[in-house]
């Protein structure tokens, strides 16, 4: 049984498909997706030994070594061209790491696999990696779980390359349009937290009002754009 957060990027893994979930630990994603039979075959890279035994242990336990393999290896160099992966997964991490793996990992991309990318924090990050890199965000989710809001973003390749705006950036674009209670609740927590470095700073000796309006700016912002 998955959490919310990954049956979600689940869901967006396509039947049949070759799929490398990069930083895979328990390889709980690759694993109920082969139980499923949704996948035809998977790599589980794992760049720390403990998580990669762990990943080891579950697909042994579950019989699943004919579909999944575990590799240790630093992000996508788990990915072998013979390995005709189609699907990328990459989840639970920072989102400057998550572009940081794409960005150090170019050489072993196709530019045809999809990419399943869900960020705990800098979703804005992961949005530009795709916008400069020719994918197109085909589809954006948000939910909460145990107290976090995670958000879950889909990049297909397109040879048409799509021009964000800053505002689809930041909240992302299908995010923006479907303002769902659940983004609000996000940007207004971001907005409370604004609130109290803005007061802090104003409390300061020397307060550096150029700062302090940066942040009210963005505080506004978060105000007309999402609430
Ligand atoms: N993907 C799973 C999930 O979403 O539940 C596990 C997330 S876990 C918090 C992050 C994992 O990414 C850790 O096991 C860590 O070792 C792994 N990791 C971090 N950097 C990595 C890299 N450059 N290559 C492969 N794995 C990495």
Redesign the pocket.
């Given at each position: 049984h998955l959490s919310n957060r990954?049956q979600t990027v689940a869901d967006f893994v396509r039947p049949g498909a070759r799929l490398a979930?990069?930083?895979?630990?328990h390889a709980?994603?690759p694993v109920h997706l082969a139980k499923k039979g949704v996948i035809s075959a998977a790599i589980a890279?794992?760049?720390?030994k403990g998580?990669y035994h762990n990943a080891l242990t579950e697909i042994e336990n579950e019989q699943l070594t004919a579909v999944i393999t575990a590799r240790l290896a630093?992000?996508l160099a788990a990915i072998h061209l013979d390995d005709n992966i189609d699907t990328i997964t990459i989840?639970?991490?920072g989102g400057t790491?998550i572009t940081n793996?794409l960005e150090s990992g170019k050489a072993h991309l196709t530019h045809h696999e999809r990419l399943i990318l869900?960020p705990n924090v800098g979703e804005d990050n992961v949005r530009r990696w795709l916008q400069d890199n020719s994918y197109e965000i085909v589809a954006e989710r948000i939910l909460a779980e145990d107290g976090h809001i995670y958000e879950i973003i889909v990049g297909d390749p397109t040879d048409t390359p799509v021009i964000y705006t800053a505002a689809e950036l930041k909240f992302g674009p299908y995010l923006l349009q479907e303002k769902s209670p659940v983004l609000q609740q996000k940007w207004r927590q971001e907005q409370a937290r604004l609130d109290q470095v803005i007061a802090t700073m104003k409390q300061a000796k020397n307060a550096p009002q150029q700062k302090i309006a940066a942040f009210k700016q963005e505080r506004d912002q978060i105000q007309e754009v999402v609430l």
């Amino acid at each position: 049984h998955l959490s919310n957060r990954l049956q979600t990027v689940a869901d967006f893994v396509r039947p049949g498909a070759r799929l490398a979930d990069i930083g895979s630990d328990h390889a709980y994603l690759p694993v109920h997706l082969a139980k499923k039979g949704v996948i035809s075959a998977a790599i589980a890279g794992e760049v720390v030994k403990g998580p990669y035994h762990n990943a080891l242990t579950e697909i042994e336990n579950e019989q699943l070594t004919a579909v999944i393999t575990a590799r240790l290896a630093d992000g996508l160099a788990a990915i072998h061209l013979d390995d005709n992966i189609d699907t990328i997964t990459i989840a639970g991490m920072g989102g400057t790491l998550i572009t940081n793996i794409l960005e150090s990992g170019k050489a072993h991309l196709t530019h045809h696999e999809r990419l399943i990318l869900q960020p705990n924090v800098g979703e804005d990050n992961v949005r530009r990696w795709l916008q400069d890199n020719s994918y197109e965000i085909v589809a954006e989710r948000i939910l909460a779980e145990d107290g976090h809001i995670y958000e879950i973003i889909v990049g297909d390749p397109t040879d048409t390359p799509v021009i964000y705006t800053a505002a689809e950036l930041k909240f992302g674009p299908y995010l923006l349009q479907e303002k769902s209670p659940v983004l609000q609740q996000k940007w207004r927590q971001e907005q409370a937290r604004l609130d109290q470095v803005i007061a802090t700073m104003k409390q300061a000796k020397n307060a550096p009002q150029q700062k302090i309006a940066a942040f009210k700016q963005e505080r506004d912002q978060i105000q007309e754009v999402v609430l």
